[in-house]
């Protein structure tokens, strides 16, 4: 699959393989005749698993875990919550469509730009997950958290 995939670099300029193999563990995917389309399937999986992880923040369901890892935000940190969720469900929406084409230069195209957004998304999502971690290490009184469910 390296190898393949390093033929297609020099044509269609992707990234590196071993950058993107270890954001995305590319190394799992079984043979395939569509190379391409496999490595944005999983690369946009592990998008789309972070933006259903930050989705609660933004849109707050009635459970525990999505009102106690709210109350850890402010408003401007929501909003940048919401601008990381808004580019996120973009990548996932275009590689839907792009699914649909079936054209390997838009395939390699958007595995460029999906690398070169994780870049930027990478430092900011490390960030919210801890603090939503950190959330969990703090102590409150059960009927703060039992005020929602009222």
Known sequence: MKEEYNKLKKSLKLPDFKKIDNEFELSDLEETSF?????????????DFYAKILEPIIQPETNIVCMFECKAFDDDEKL?????FRKMMSLVRSSAELSLECDDKKEAEFISELSEEWDKLKPKLMEKIS?????????IDIKETQEYFG
């Open 35 to 47: 190379l391409l389309r496999d490595i944005r399937r999983k690369m946009i999986d592990k998008v």
């Open 131 to 139: 603090k939503m971690r950190k959330s969990w290490q703090k102590k």
């Open 80 to 84: 940048e919550i919401y601008d990381m």
